[in-house]
């Protein structure tokens, strides 16, 4: 289950590009067939053992029956249960992950595809992150870099004086459920920095996050003529 980088993960290497390597913290569990972190699989192999013929079969072995106790591992070799909140963080981190997927699937505007996608990759390192306690992925370039696609995508809109509902077209709610996981993630964060040291960075990651989502959903909105949808104060005071 340890990793020497992106490349190295259940994914297109050819799709990734890398800035850095760190070594491997140890070679996995002589009886893991699959990497056990079932809520956020990742693959590593020694270079000695880094063949096509054992990634294949490692990547066809999916049903490994190690979790049936209700536990699973890490990649520091340990195991928790499936309910922990270090694996709740994981999982939240691979539903944020997978609800982006469904947006991406839309016709979207090449810029908002280009950020995105960017994001799913980095959500896929913070939660390789999450699985080795005391390794950091997500830094504070991650950080800046969201903030300023925050201000560049929201440049271009017209300043909110009323609240909004998470509606308009079916991409834009696509993205405000994206956000709403996101804060749940960010809440399983800051749940798990109460027993464990949890990288701040990483946290501030998906607080930024969330806001780019906001302002995304109203970029997609605007993308296809359509307005915002605002919360109607009167409405409830005529009830």
Request: glycine share 6%; aromatic share 4%.
């Amino acid at each position: 289950m340890l990793y020497e980088s992106r490349s190295d993960m259940v994914t297109n290497p050819s799709e990734n590009t890398i800035a850095s390597e760190r070594p491997i913290l140890g070679d996995p569990p002589a009886d893991a067939g699959l990497p056990q972190c079932s809520e956020f699989t990742m693959l590593a192999l020694p270079d000695s053992r880094r063949t096509p013929a054992a990634m294949g079969h490692r990547l066809s072995k999916i049903v490994t029956r190690t979790g049936d106790a209700g536990t699973t591992g890490l990649g520091d070799g340990s195991r928790v249960a499936k309910d922990s909140p270090r694996i709740e963080a994981i999982g939240a981190v691979d539903e944020l992950n997978s609800n982006l997927g469904l947006l991406l699937a839309e016709d979207l505007p090449h810029a908002v595809v280009a950020c995105l996608t960017d994001v799913q990759h980095d959500l896929f390192d913070l939660g390789g992150e999450l699985s080795i306690p005391g390794y950091d992925a997500v830094s504070d370039a991650h950080v800046e870099r969201l903030e300023s696609a925050v201000e560049r995508f929201n440049a271009d809109l017209r300043p909110l004086k009323e609240f909004i509902l998470p509606a308009g077209t079916r991409a834009a709610s696509l993205a405000h459920v994206a956000r709403t996981v996101c804060r749940r993630a960010e809440r399983a964060l800051v749940r798990l920095a109460q027993t464990d040291a949890v990288n701040e960075p990483a946290r501030k990651y998906l607080n930024r996050l969330s806001d780019l989502m906001f302002v995304l959903a109203r970029v997609l909105n605007r993308s296809a003529e359509r307005e915002d949808v605002l919360w109607r104060k009167e409405r409830r005071d005529a009830g």
